[in-house]
């Protein structure tokens, strides 16, 4: 069936967006996309949320995507999309599929900077500048130059966007978005991928081989199995295993962390040391999903020859690399030979939980510790979103109730995510989100309340206020944490700043807390609001540091992966 001109390129976008399940679209407004903002408005059941600057629409777009699936945004040529960059390749390296929409000048300007080097707005005197860079950190990309080839374009990057589960990259003249295209015929479906059954077979055997040798194994779950939606899957091979599991830091609340057989968040040197100890002792790990980074490397590189690494990619069990066994293929045939195996490796002993300590009174000080414990509770049904920090680690061992009632940018982690991530998760689910920032991230976008604001979106911001970076000053000289009487590194300190004023001028209600009476009954204010953020201000120690961060001070970092593979860890750029 041929596709007839019966609508707009604009319709035609907005139509595939809506068809993947979007329903929201964060962007700034800017003069090259005004074509397709128009037909937004025209009763599309896809709404447009304009942000206050285009790397937190990007932002909102990540979390968006965590949640939805599928997230977008739209920006316009140059000064927006390399506005938008930062947040774009966090969720490229994240593995978030977002799509960007980028307006782009006419022809005709086009034709005069060619010919007569007349820049169009927002040139770089440089053509095809945006599309260069962007081909970099997307996993698709189109410029479409002629209404007719839009349908076909568009289709073809959103199929990738499906079928790679990253972000993918369309730019769109602005003369282009009112011409007439085909409305689209049939619905998007992602690439099918060829199973290769006897390599699968052989992947499998290798892999029961080493599990049924095992005596000590321990599944490691990360993030990769939430954004393949593999969810269910992963339920249902814990419950064939009966094996302890934990996740990365990236992959917390992957699953509810009431599951049977979790025992927390393992990211190695910020790990509690019962749980270090667990996994250090294990003499079989097995990850699923899981990116590896320098964070957790210098393990992979001790268990490298015990060790099954399983991602979109293919799978790797200790030097063998099965490159066409997907993940899914490998769960749910993992769980098929379990489920019908007697001896299935036992269980063995679990992290022993830490006793509650003393309760503490009203007037004791605010510290990191003393927010996390009361929190739980608090945090129960909505969404937390820990920024990089402090706050990233010390949120680590909050117990989170709910799939996917936990989001960090905690790969590559980029301080401010979490504001502008509240806007999108927001938008994305009933629930509220609660954000842990620091307070120099905070600095990075706190204009992101105006759209919490603008848009009745009841988010819970914590903005840890001790007036230095904390995590640069931990990262650099450590020993300050410990010292009565040392100063923090001059470019740590940050100038005081009226939190409470500043929530109060973008129309948002605040509390300030020193005390943990104080911190309690800003809690009690904020459960009260259904249409408005609140910005509570915990005013901390500078010396103050999670214990699960403290801990590790004085204890030998490695600088480096010390290790002569003998063959590469699987690469998930390439699938």
């Known amino acids: 069936m041929l596709k007839q001109p019966n609508g707009n390129v604009a319709s035609y976008l907005i139509a595939r967006l809506e068809e993947l399940g979007i329903e929201h679209l964060f962007n700034v407004p800017g003069s090259y996309c005004r074509g397709f903002l128009a037909e937004l408005a025209k009763k599309s059941g896809l709404k447009a949320i304009f942000t206050t600057y285009e790397m937190e629409a990007a932002y909102a777009a990540d979390a968006y995507a965590r949640i939805k699936g599928y997230g977008a945004m739209c920006s316009t040529y140059g000064v927006g999309a390399l506005s938008a960059l930062n947040g774009v390749v966090g969720a490229f390296v994240e593995r978030c599929p977002v799509v960007v929409i980028n307006g782009s000048p006419s022809a005709s300007q086009l034709d005069l900077e060619i010919d007569y080097g007349i820049m169009f707005q927002h040139s770089t005197g440089q053509l095809k500048t945006d599309l260069t860079i962007y081909s970099q950190t997307t996993v698709a990309t189109a410029v479409i130059e002629r209404a007719e080839e839009a349908p076909d374009k568009i289709d073809e990057v959103l199929i990738a966007c499906m079928t790679r589960r990253r972000p993918v990259y369309i730019e769109i003249s602005q003369d282009l978005w009112e011409q007439s295209c085909a409305l689209p015929v049939g619905r998007l479906s992602a690439a099918l991928s060829i199973v290769n059954a006897d390599s699968l077979s052989e992947c499998l055997d290798d892999a029961m081989a080493r599990l049924a040798s095992a005596q000590r194994p321990v599944l490691w779950v990360g993030e990769e199995l939430d954004r393949w939606r593999l969810h269910h899957e992963c339920a249902d091979l814990l419950r064939a295993s009966g094996l302890a599991y934990v996740t990365t830091l990236a992959g917390k609340s992957v699953l509810a962390e009431?599951?049977?057989?979790?025992?927390?968040?393992?990211?190695?040197?910020?790990?509690?040391?019962?749980?270090?100890?667990?996994?250090?002792?294990?003499?079989?790990?097995?990850?699923?999903?899981?990116?590896?980074?320098?964070?957790?490397?210098?393990?992979?590189?001790?268990?490298?020859?015990?060790?099954?690494?399983?991602?979109?990619?293919?799978?790797?069990?200790?030097?063998?690399?099965?490159?066409?066994?997907?993940?899914?293929?490998?769960?749910?045939?993992?769980?098929?030979?379990?489920?019908?195996?007697?001896?299935?490796?036992?269980?063995?002993?679990?992290?022993?939980?830490?006793?509650?300590?003393?309760?503490?009174?009203?007037?004791?000080?605010?510290?990191?510790?003393?927010?996390?414990?009361?929190?739980?509770?608090?945090?129960?049904?909505?969404?937390?979103?820990?920024?990089?920090?402090?706050?990233?680690?010390?949120?680590?061992?909050?117990?989170?109730?709910?799939?996917?009632?936990?989001?960090?940018?905690?790969?590559?982690?980029?301080?401010?995510?979490?504001?502008?991530?509240?806007?999108?998760?927001?938008?994305?689910?009933?629930?509220?989100?609660?954000?842990?920032?620091?307070?120099?991230?905070?600095?990075?976008?706190?204009?992101?309340?105006?759209?919490?604001?603008?848009?009745?979106?009841?988010?819970?911001?914590?903005v840890m206020n001790n007036g230095i970076m904390g995590i640069q000053q931990f990262m650099g000289h450590p020993r300050f944490y410990d010292s009565p009487h040392g100063q923090p590194d001059g470019h740590n300190v940050l100038r005081r700043w009226d939190y409470c004023a500043l929530a109060g001028a973008f129309g948002a209600r605040y509390a300030s807390a020193r005390t943990l009476a104080e911190f309690d009954q800003a809690l009690r204010l904020a459960a009260e609001l259904t249409d408005v953020p609140i910005l509570i201000d915990v005013m901390l120690d500078e010396r103050d540091i999670p214990s699960v961060i403290r801990h590790t001070i004085g204890r030998t970092a490695p600088e480096a992966v010390q290790a002569n593979f003998e063959a590469p860890l699987l690469r998930r750029i390439v699938p």
């Open 258 to 462: 009431t599951t049977r057989g979790f025992l927390g968040v393992y990211d190695r040197r910020f790990a509690t040391p019962d749980l270090q100890e667990f996994v250090e002792r294990a003499d079989f790990v097995i990850a699923l999903g899981t990116t590896i980074t320098d964070f957790v490397g210098d393990i992979v590189a001790k268990d490298y020859g015990s060790m099954i690494l399983a991602s979109q990619g293919g799978v790797r069990i200790g030097h063998h690399i099965y490159s066409d066994v997907s993940l899914r293929d490998f769960i749910v045939g993992l769980t098929q030979r379990l489920g019908g195996h007697a001896d299935a490796p036992p269980a063995w002993e679990t992290v022993s939980k830490r006793q509650a300590g003393d309760v503490p009174s009203g007037d004791s000080p605010m510290t990191f510790d003393l927010l996390f414990a009361r929190m739980p509770d608090f945090v129960r049904g909505k969404i937390v979103i820990a920024d990089t920090g402090l706050s990233l680690f010390g949120s680590a061992g909050l117990p989170i109730v709910d799939r996917q009632g936990y989001l960090s940018q905690s790969i590559w982690m980029s301080i401010g995510y979490s504001l502008g991530a509240s806007v999108g998760a927001a938008c994305a689910s009933a629930k509220r989100p609660v954000v842990f920032v620091g307070d120099a991230a905070f600095r990075e976008g706190p204009q992101a309340l105006s759209t919490l604001v603008e848009y009745k979106l009841p988010a819970v911001i914590c």
